[in-house]
């Protein structure tokens, strides 16, 4: 996952993923905002459930077929 960067003229800033506020100014590597880092935990585990949703998805468009 890439950082949320906004070039607004100046030095730019650094978005949190999930509210969106400004992190940082300056492009940093920082994903989330304070606020959000505390509730992290959870965020894992739901990105953990899109990404095995996005799997299931994508194998039954290759019908099936298991890489592993
Ligand atoms: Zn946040």
Known sequence: MKPIHKLNGGIGAT???????????????????DKCLSERVKIDSEFKQIKERA???MRLKNGFKDKQ
Not at 22 to 28: A, E, K, N, R
């Open 15 to 33: 978005l949190c993923q999930l509210c969106s506020i400004i992190i940082t100014t300056g492009l940093s590597q920082d994903l989330y905002c």
């Open 55 to 57: 799997n299931n998805l």
